[in-house]
């Protein structure tokens, strides 16, 4: 298997091509799939198969389905891809991202433009031909909001980046339900909810990790301009909005007793986790004994269960 050697180096020093061009098949074929942020795209559809498990409150057509989560990694890594060609200068300077493709030179500038358009285009036509074009406009509308607003407003410009910006996130769930029905309904919108307040308390405590990667850059992510007591307050404030909110389908008639006592039962530990942050925060404590990624693991395996319970429900009713 084709591997590309890396060579150590400091966070800021791009690596160019080897002598003569040679970038090796299977490593340029794992670096364009790199662009895509294949691990980012596994949380989207999370959001986006269940929801349509809930509208079609059993199983959906598996066409549909299978369409539908084709079209969503089309989309999504369009719009990461392109986000790494915007991003592209910081990247060099963060230890994060020192690694991604335009970085290391495995793919250059232009192909990750090329590629990004190509993937916005592909998934749009997919979705409008083979699921329906109200999911195509959500889809598209999605990936120019993380790439326009997100991306090229909002990163470097205010602390409030994650918060606006994770609207594009939130998006998979609208799609999920349109693709099924065609329509939106408030069982939607109220998931949409969720996933919007859950994406700051999900992403502030990896920001608070690598906070000094954000400040080198000139990003200002929340833990770079305001105190961990600060980050930490905030953390809570959307974790106990984002928990009330979760809570709303059961008595508006759109889940029963399995998705509450999985909201109630995986929200009562997020609250559990955050409140424990803000109190070593409180304390003044820092580094590793702060322990803010335990929030943002368990920030996953929340939203996982979550979106579990969301599927699961109706076959319990």
């Not at 890396?6 to 800021?12: D, F």
């Not at 607003?149 to 909002?154: A, E, H, I, K």
Request: charged share 10%; glycine share 8%.
């Amino acid at each position: 298997m084709c591997v590309t050697a890396v060579e150590s180096r400091p966070a800021g020093v791009a690596l160019t091509p080897s002598p003569g061009g040679h970038r090796p098949f299977g490593a340029r074929i794992k670096a364009f799939v790199a662009l895509t942020k294949p691990r980012i795209i596994e949380l989207l559809l999370i959001t986006t198969v269940p929801v349509m498990f809930l509208a079609a409150q059993g199983v959906p057509d598996l066409w549909l389905v299978l369409t539908t989560t084709i079209g969503g990694f089309l989309s999504a890594g369009g719009a990461n891809a392109l986000n790494m060609y915007i991003d592209r200068d910081i990247d060099a300077l963060m230890d994060r991202t020192s690694q991604r493709p335009l970085v290391t030179g495995m793919v250059s500038p232009r192909e990750c433009l090329a590629f990004g358009i190509a993937l916005a285009v592909i998934s749009t036509v997919w979705f409008g031909l083979l699921v329906n074009w109200l999911s195509a406009a959500l889809s598209l509308g999605a990936l120019l909001f993380y790439v326009v607003v997100y991306t090229m407003l909002l990163k470097r410009r205010t602390s409030q980046n994650i918060v606006w910006g994770g609207i594009a996130g939130c998006m998979p769930v609208l799609i999920g339900w349109s693709a099924v029905t065609n329509s939106m309904s408030w069982a939607a919108v109220i998931l949409f909810a969720v996933i919007f307040f859950w994406t700051p308390p999900h992403y502030w405590p990896l920001s608070m990790k690598v906070k000094d990667d954000y400040a080198r850059v000139g990003v200002p992510m929340l833990p770079v301009i305001a105190s961990n007591r600060v980050v930490a307050r905030q953390i809570v404030l959307y974790s106990w909005v984002m928990v009330a909110v979760s809570l709303l389908l059961t008595p508006l008639g759109y889940t029963g007793w399995f998705y509450t006592s999985v909201a109630l039962l995986t929200g009562g530990f997020w609250l559990w986790e955050a409140h424990g942050l803000q109190n070593r925060a409180k304390a003044g404590v820092s580094g590793a004994k702060l322990k803010e990624m335990r929030l943002f693991h368990w920030s996953i395996t929340y939203v996982s269960l979550l979106f579990v319970a969301v599927a699961v429900d109706p076959f319990l009713r």
